[in-house]
T-cell receptor, first 112, second 112 residues
């Protein structure tokens, strides 16, 4: 069945360094992928998305890379800040389907 | 623009009772999705409503139900509560199949 998983449950990064969070997905029919950030006591916050016809997309300090060959997704955060500490989820879906399938999440901790 | 709001934020119920949670989407958004978040299962899709119709449903028992009103506000109901229903229930809204879903802060339900 569909599943979206993460390679690492926790990640600690020195403030100012770059971080990379990885995600594997199993549904080759998925054509839309999203990264969410969830801080304690809050709902998930949209970070960036990418469609399957792209392999890279950049936002402010964030870059998402999609490798459809190995069904792998990554989120790169540049120059990490204390406010980046949170749990990050990848999610996948199909065009026209509102259902998101979420990964298990990676807790990112920024070390001052 | 006001974000997604959910009420109540916290709720304590006993086994066997039923509960109704409310979600007000961002103004103009017509799609409302519900998710259950638990430490063990992560974020799981419950159902999605658009124009008062359920368009999509996850793999949850019939005790979980929902509805949407003409103003796009949505409610979800859980009957005959079980201990395992303790979770953070998240609501997300979007314009319509545009993928970018905005989440509310959630309702923390504790079943004792």
């Amino acid at each position: 069945g569909e599943s979206v998983g993460l390679h690492l449950p926790t990640l600690s990064v020195q403030e100012g360094d770059n971080s990379i969070i990885n995600c594997a997905y199993s549904n080759s029919a998925s054509d839309y992928f999203i990264w969410y950030k969830q801080e304690s006591g809050k709902g998930p916050q949209f970070i960036i998305d990418i469609r399957s016809n792209m392999d890279k997309r950049q936002g402010q300090r964030v870059t998402v890379l999609l490798n459809k060959t190995v069904k792998h997704l990554s989120l790169q955060i540049a120059a990490t800040q204390p406010g980046d500490s949170a749990v990050y989820f990848c999610a996948e879906s199909n065009f026209g389907n509102e259902k998101l399938t979420f990964g298990t999440g990676t807790r990112l901790t920024i070390i001052p | 623009k006001a974000g997604v709001t959910q009420t109540p934020r916290y709720l304590i119920k006993t086994r066997g009772q039923q509960v109704t949670l409310s979600c007000s989407p961002i103004s103009g958004h017509r799609s409302v999705s519900w998710y259950q978040q638990t430490p063990g299962q992560g974020l799981q899709f419950l159902f999605e409503y658009f124009s008062e119709t359920q368009r999509n449903k996850g793999n949850f028992p019939g005790r979980f139900s929902g509805r949407q009103f003409s103003n796009s506000r949505s409610e979800m109901n859980v009957s005959t509560l079980e201990l395992g229903d303790s979770a953070l229930y998240l609501c997300a809204s979007s314009w319509d199949r545009t993928y970018e879903q905005y989440f509310g802060p959630g309702t923390r339900l504790t079943v004792t």
